[in-house]
């Protein structure tokens, strides 16, 4: 028996083992019937089990005991000895507790409703594991592109435990309405309700959108504060973002600091096969007949979002609602125009051409011309790009500050600085040298 659990253990990763197969255990051995009885502590594990992980038991069953042997999971049940047994130790109360609801949730957001595949199995798996104990990973941060599931992977937690354990605080807030009801409570000079809301009276923090709160450095500081305090109780912490830590340029040391303490999980796009899932989930939800060619169009159309792959759902819904009948291939594709990612162009682009030939003629990277530094060397090439691009191909300074994450005065005020200078003739040289070979690639002017 114990070599059956060994075998087992070694097919799988450990933080894997720890999450989901922890309660596992070897009941029986039917060598009559040729079957392994296993036990787990609960339907939900025992269902997860067998859906994810069947093959490598099967394997495992087959490897100890022979390949007629199957397997079984049961989840343990307590008898009526033990019910009368518990609830003389710890009576229920008349009655019972509600939730301790301090915000509210998007009923749609929970474990349930979130379909994903397996680009995003470790994010849903650590999402559950914090749901079912919280503290175990503190604070966790989920970052991720606008539109993946974020947010829905958050409030999940909260409403798992709210359901689970309803004595536990649950706040739900966005650092907006953070900083909103800070800046109120520092203008009616009462900050110290608010640090008690906060701090004292929630056991479960979640913040959504801490992007939010770049460059506000007195918000941060309250947060820092308001952070320091729940860690040192033990309460958890969930902080959502659409910029990765890196990305979080404004933001103090110490408070990225707090947030590298605990885990850092990134929510994927969703691949084709897990695209198809979403949409058939949600036009069950919303009662859509959507037809096969229909639903497949729509996976390999919309890549990079959830929400754009609900609107689609949605839209099918409204027209049907109207024409009393599903939607065919034709209708959709007329329908969802607005939604569709437009098809990838082939041809050569502009900005990327001007910024390999920068750094391949002035010995800096993409990356340098990209970044906030203002080194001389990298400042002074940036400028020669925004030259070239305004001056001989007669795009806009805004469009061409975009290019270089720089505002439109920023190029217009570099530009003239570069007319009011004395550029040696090397220089000029490799510039009309890139000119060149622009103008041969995409004429002399583009716009």
Same mark, same amino acid.
């Given at each position: 028996?114990?070599?059956?659990?060994?075998?087992?253990?070694?097919?799988?990763?450990?933080?894997?083992?720890?999450?989901?197969?922890?309660?596992?255990?070897?009941?029986?051995?039917?060598?009559?019937?040729?079957?392994?009885?296993?036990?787990?502590?609960?339907?939900?594990?025992?269902?997860?089990?067998?859906?994810?992980?069947?093959?490598? @038991?099967?394997? &495992? +069953? *087959?490897?100890?005991?022979?390949?007629?042997?199957?397997?079984?999971? *049961?989840?343990?049940?307590?008898?009526?000895?033990?019910?009368?047994?518990?609830?003389?130790?710890?009576?229920?109360?008349?009655?019972?507790?509600?939730?301790?609801?301090?915000?509210?949730? *998007?009923?749609?957001?929970?474990?349930?409703?979130?379909?994903?595949?397996?680009?995003?199995?470790?994010?849903?798996?650590?999402?559950?594991?914090?749901?079912?104990?919280?503290?175990?990973? !503190?604070?966790?941060?989920?970052?991720?592109?606008?539109?993946?599931?974020?947010?829905?992977?958050? %409030?999940?937690?909260?409403?798992?435990?709210?359901?689970?354990?309803?004595?536990?605080? +649950?706040?739900?807030?966005?650092?907006?309405?953070?900083?909103?009801?800070?800046?109120?409570?520092?203008?009616?000079? !009462?900050?110290?309700?608010?640090?008690?809301?906060?701090?004292? =009276?929630?056991?479960?923090?979640?913040?959504?959108?801490? %992007?939010?709160?770049?460059?506000?450095?007195?918000?941060?500081?309250?947060?820092?504060?308001?952070?320091?305090?729940?860690?040192?109780?033990?309460? %958890?912490?969930?902080?959502?973002?659409?910029?990765? /830590?890196?990305?979080?340029?404004?933001?103090?040391?110490?408070?990225?600091?707090?947030?590298?303490?605990?885990?850092?999980?990134?929510? $994927?796009?969703?691949?084709?096969?897990?695209? =198809?899932?979403?949409?058939?989930?949600?036009?069950?939800?919303?009662?859509?007949?959507?037809?096969?060619?229909? /639903?497949?169009?729509?996976?390999?159309?919309?890549?990079?979002?959830?929400?754009?792959?609900?609107?689609?759902?949605?839209?099918?819904?409204?027209?049907?609602?109207? &024409?009393?009948?599903?939607?065919?291939?034709?209708?959709? &594709?007329?329908?969802?125009?607005?939604?569709?990612?437009?098809?990838?162009?082939?041809?050569? $682009?502009?900005?990327?051409?001007?910024?390999?030939?920068?750094?391949? !003629?002035? *010995?800096?990277? +993409?990356?340098? /011309?990209?970044?906030?530094?203002?080194?001389?060397?990298?400042?002074?090439?940036?400028?020669?790009?925004?030259?070239?691009?305004?001056?001989?191909?007669?795009?806009?300074?805004?469009?061409?500050?975009?290019?270089?994450?720089?505002?439109?005065?920023?190029? @217009?005020?570099?530009?003239?600085?570069?007319? !009011?200078?004395?550029?040696?003739?090397? @220089?000029?040289?490799?510039?009309?040298?890139?000119? $060149?070979? /622009?103008?041969?690639?995409?004429?002399? &002017?583009?716009?």
């Amino acid at each position: 028996m114990d070599e059956f659990i060994r075998i087992l253990e070694s097919k799988i990763p450990r933080k894997v083992w720890e999450l989901w197969f922890s309660t596992l255990k070897l009941d029986s051995i039917d060598h009559e019937a040729k079957e392994v009885k296993l036990i787990v502590s609960n339907l939900f594990i025992k269902e997860w089990l067998e859906r994810k992980y069947g093959k490598i @038991i099967q394997k &495992s +069953v *087959n490897q100890v005991f022979g390949k007629e042997y199957s397997y079984s999971i *049961n989840f343990e049940t307590m008898n009526l000895d033990s019910q009368i047994e518990r609830s003389n130790e710890n009576p229920e109360p008349l009655v019972k507790k509600r939730p301790l609801i301090l915000s509210n949730l *998007n009923n749609e957001y929970t474990f349930e409703n979130f379909v994903y595949g397996d680009e995003n199995e470790f994010a849903y798996n650590v999402a559950l594991e914090v749901a079912k104990r919280p503290g175990t990973y !503190n604070p966790l941060f989920l970052t991720g592109d606008v539109g993946l599931g974020k947010t829905h992977l958050m %409030q999940a937690i909260g409403h798992c435990i709210i359901n689970s354990m309803p004595e536990v605080r +649950v706040l739900y807030t966005t650092s907006e309405a953070f900083a909103n009801e800070l800046i109120k409570a520092f203008k009616e000079n !009462n900050p110290t309700l608010f640090r008690e809301k906060y701090r004292r =009276k929630v056991d479960v923090l979640l913040i959504d959108d801490i %992007q939010f709160l770049i460059g506000k450095n007195g918000i941060q500081t309250e947060l820092f504060h308001t952070m320091n305090e729940l860690l040192d109780q033990q309460k %958890q912490i969930v902080i959502c973002s659409d910029r990765p /830590l890196a990305e979080l340029k404004k933001f103090q040391d110490r408070l990225i600091s707090r947030f590298q303490m605990g885990l850092f999980v990134k929510i $994927n796009p969703p691949e084709l096969s897990t695209r =198809k899932l979403i949409v058939r989930k949600f036009s069950e939800r919303y009662g859509v007949n959507i037809r096969e060619e229909v /639903l497949n169009y729509i996976a390999q159309n919309i890549e990079g979002s959830v929400r754009r792959l609900k609107g689609a759902v949605m839209k099918l819904l409204a027209q049907q609602k109207f &024409s009393k009948s599903p939607v065919n291939l034709s209708e959709a &594709s007329q329908l969802l125009k607005e939604l569709i990612d437009p098809p990838v162009s082939l041809q050569p $682009n502009f900005r990327d051409s001007l910024l390999q030939l920068l750094a391949s !003629n002035f *010995n800096v990277s +993409v990356d340098d /011309l990209l970044s906030s530094s203002r080194k001389k060397n990298i400042s002074f090439v940036r400028m020669i790009g925004m030259y070239i691009a305004v001056e001989y191909f007669g795009y806009t300074p805004q469009e061409v500050g975009n290019w270089f994450n720089r505002g439109r005065t920023t190029v @217009i005020h570099g530009i003239k600085k570069l007319k !009011n200078s004395r550029i040696d003739d090397k @220089i000029i040289s490799k510039m009309i040298l890139i000119r $060149n070979h /622009l103008s041969g690639r995409f004429g002399s &002017s583009v716009i």
